[in-house]
């Protein structure tokens, strides 16, 4: 896997996938940015949020529960000295769906955890926390 990044101007950035797709990451004005993207930690939310839900739609699929959605929301933590690396990270797993089991999610979220989320396993085994929950929401 490979990705460029470009410095624009200022502190705006633009990286590049190996896969054609490219985003534009940008500071806050506090750094001379000028907001036009996220910030590059945020970014490591973004991919951590994006892998662990696809672990969890693909997990689910497969046990054959009716998903009709799956919202990922993250909270993290950082350090109050330089580097502000993240300390804790937490995950909450909105699954919306036709009568999806909890015992279901639950191992879901487990499997995408501790066995199937590169993103999750490598910032855990740099010494972050953290941690997940869900809740399930029946479709309408």
Sequence with gaps: MQTSVHWLENVA?????????SVVMDGSAEYGGENRGPRPMELILMGLGG???FD?????KKSRQDVTGVVCELKA???????AVFTKIHLHFIVTGNAVKAKQVEKAVE?????YCSAS???????IEITHDFEIVEAA
């Excluded at 950035?13 to 797709?21: N, T």
């Excluded at 969890?56 to 689910?60: A, E, H, K, P």
């Excluded at 499997?111 to 066995?115: C, D, F, G, I, P």
């Design 121 to 127: 396993k490598m910032l855990s085994d740099g010494g």
């Design 111 to 115: 499997l995408s955890a501790e066995k």
């Design 51 to 53: 892998c662990a839900s």
């Design 56 to 60: 969890i739609v693909t997990i689910l």
């Design 13 to 21: 950035f633009e990286a590049k996938s190996e896969s054609g797709h």
């Design 77 to 83: 933590e950082r350090a109050n000295t330089i580097p």
